[in-house]
């Protein structure tokens, strides 16, 4: 019997240590010295944060980066306030690398006592050896008063033409200026054209960017985009084109809601209302569709006896979907799976058919 029970233990052993090797041949990363960490800040000024990452591990790893949050404890977890991380690329057992970020408190943060948290390897990409040593903290103070922001506005825009075709070019002219008390280093004017005067960075049509750098308060500059070319597919009828200060909303301002503009402009030409198919709204069906789904378009008529050409534009207008239909009085079957989740146009054009409908990916 203790032969037997010496056996057992020793094949239970053999079966638990190639396991245990495993275990310990990982990396294991950790955050060490010199930090580079502000104590006090203010709301919407940007601060330079640094530490050093370390792999003491007893292999390498691919994914060595910090994360930086501002928490109300010392715990991280999906409550605290993403900031930025910085990454070093592959490290070997013993190698270590300076990551750093300019890092940027909200100034809607309320002013008291905050934890700055630093993460090792924020997304969990790398299996370690220690998964709980990757966090440390420190104290920070939001102070009472937020950062002196700038406040960018456009002024006096103008159209070189306010009446183009399909495919045609207009130009726009614009004075920019920063009218808050804190300077604008980089920053972008964005065109684009629109259904209304609202810009919606998930339907407008992209035209075009200018950027520019350096307003200091008060000041401001002249811009002018001498090419906007609307794409060839747009559908004849009134539009406007929008001009829009920091579009990809980059720069904290005081004021975020002054920074578009839009003027009228005119697509040229004639819509061929009669021979449109779609005879109701479910001629295009689903719509909304979920993605992966086939869409299905009855094609009623369209272009007498002509090939109807499909095609789906994203909100930037590129072209994303393009199908041949031979015979016009038949059902047409889109896939979606390549479609990411968002708004696009879908265009079906003839040598005597024009239009367009809106589609919604979900």
Known sequence: ????????????????????????????????????????????????MSAVIKNQGSNGSQFNCIGYYLSNDNVWDATDAY????????????????????????????????????????????????????VVSFALTVAT???????????????????????????????????????????????YLSADTVFSAGTDVFLGLVTGGGLSTPSGTIHSAPVLTVPATTAPGNYFLVLMADPRNVIVESNENNNSRALPLRVTGAVTAATSPF???????????????????????????????????????????????AQPNQVAH????????????????SATLHTTRRLVVE
């Open 1 to 48: 019997m203790k032969k037997i029970g010496f056996r057992v233990l020793f094949l239970l052993l053999l079966c638990w240590l190639p396991a245990w090797a495993k275990a310990q041949n990982r990396p294991d990363l950790v955050i060490v010295a010199p930090f580079v960490v502000p104590t006090t800040v203010l709301g919407g000024a940007p601060y330079t």
């Open 279 to 325: 005879e109701k709204e479910g001629d295009v069906y689903p719509n909304p569709i979920s993605r992966g789904s086939v869409l299905r378009v009855k094609l009623a008529g369209a272009g007498g006896n002509q090939p109807v050409q499909i095609r789906v534009y994203d909100a930037l207008g590129r072209q994303v979907v393009r199908e041949a239909v």
């Open 145 to 191: 008063g937020g950062a002196a922001l700038p406040d960018l506005e456009l002024w006096r825009p103008s159209l070189s033409f306010d009446a183009v075709p399909p495919g045609g070019s207009t130009g726009a002219f614009t004075f920019i200026f920063n009218r808050g008390p804190g300077s604008a280093g980089s920053y972008e004017i964005g065109y």
């Open 83 to 134: 900031l930025g991380s910085s990454c070093q690329s592959l490290m070997y057992p013993g190698q270590s690398g300076t990551c750093s970020i300019m890092g940027t408190i909200s100034i809607l943060t309320p002013p008291g006592s905050y934890r700055l948290l630093l993460v090792a390897d924020p997304l969990n990409a790398e299996q370690e050896s220690d998964e709980t040593n990757n």
């Open 334 to 349: 889109l896939a979606t799976q390549e479609l990411p989740v968002g708004i696009y146009l879908l265009h079906l054009t």
